[in-house]
């Protein structure tokens, strides 16, 4: 079974239906004021996306598709080291995954050779659903030695891989879009999952809130490190980094481009200075509207 997986049509129908719905909620009920046209930015996004996806087919997914059976067959890994039920098994496997995708996440941030290419997720000026999807494709190939470790260590089946995939993308999908949910309820789910307004702190231009809420699908990372801020109002958030802040500095090609040009200094200002922090007397912790 667990040599089984999460069949395509099925992963597929879950990611596009969920992207349709957050649409449809985004335009009905918009958490922050969007600074650049939807559909121009949509478009621009779905490019970066493509060459993602390619990306992931051509370097990724060869590599890890046939490891994951080698991992079941010869019991590699830490889940494998006693026998358990397959769904404690793939269970475990997920939350390893995400918390190991929280580690690679910080990396992609204090590493500056990884920076060259995550910033390119991170310039984006405004925050949808569509920037979930929305990654320079040679992060994702460089990922693909990470994620192989990732596998190997932790013991991950084929089943157990295609799981967390449609997890991750289900998750990453409804962190990054623009829908204002009840602030009350938003701060039950945020107990155990990252939220949009959680991951608009990540989003932000300013260094000390874009350096917390690393996690993509489990809270508890965050908390676990201290890296969980969540008092933020979300109207008080500017998102994109310091160092671009025109539409046309962030356009496709200016992206695809990104990691191979002479880097600014991400978190200085055009006019120089840096954003600043806004006071705040509330707990970190502390889900703000
Ligand atoms: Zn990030």
């Known amino acids: 079974m667990k040599q089984g997986k999460i069949p395509v049509w099925l992963s597929g129908t879950l990611v596009v239906g969920a992207f349709a719905l957050l649409r449809l909620l985004e335009r009905g009920r918009p958490l922050r004021r969007e600074v650049e046209p939807k559909l121009r930015r949509?478009?621009?996004?779905?490019?970066?996306?493509?060459?993602?996806?390619?990306?992931?087919?051509?370097?990724?997914?060869?590599?890890?598709?046939?490891?994951?059976?080698?991992?079941e067959r010869r019991r590699w890994g830490l889940v494998k080291l006693v026998r358990l039920p397959t769904w404690l098994e793939v269970t475990l496997a997920v939350v390893l995954m995400d918390y190991t995708l929280y580690l690679w996440h910080v990396l992609l941030h204090r590493l500056p050779f990884l920076w060259r290419f995550h910033v390119a997720h991170h310039v984006d000026l405004d925050l949808d659903a569509s920037t979930a999807l929305r990654f320079h494709a040679g992060e994702l190939a460089i990922s693909t030695g990470w994620r192989a470790g990732q596998l190997v260590l932790i013991g991950v089946s084929p089943l157990a891989l295609s799981v967390w995939q449609t997890f991750l993308l289900l998750s990453a999908l409804f962190h990054h879009s623009n829908v204002r949910l009840p602030v009350e309820v938003e701060r039950k789910l945020n107990r155990v999952l990252v939220t949009p307004r959680m991951h608009g702190i990540h989003h932000s231009i300013v260094e000390e809130e874009t350096n917390s809420n690393w996690s993509s699908g489990l809270t508890v990372w965050d908390w676990l490190h201290g890296t969980l801020r969540l008092n933020v109002l979300q109207d008080r958030i500017?998102?994109?980094?310091?160092?671009?802040?025109?539409?046309?500095?962030?356009?496709?090609?200016?992206?695809?481009?990104?990691?191979?040009?002479?880097?600014?200094?991400?978190?200085?200002?055009?006019?120089?200075?840096?954003?600043?922090?806004r006071l705040c007397t509330v707990a970190a912790n502390q889900l703000l509207p």
Do not use: D
């Open 42 to 71: 949509n478009a621009r996004n779905l490019a970066v996306a493509g060459l993602a996806a390619a990306s992931f087919q051509l370097v990724e997914r060869p590599l890890i598709q046939p490891l994951t059976t080698l991992v």
């Open 238 to 277: 500017t998102i994109g980094v310091p160092a671009y802040r025109e539409p046309e500095e962030v356009r496709l090609v200016e992206v695809l481009k990104m990691p191979f040009v002479a880097q600014r200094p991400t978190w200085v200002l055009p006019g120089g200075g840096e954003p600043r922090r």
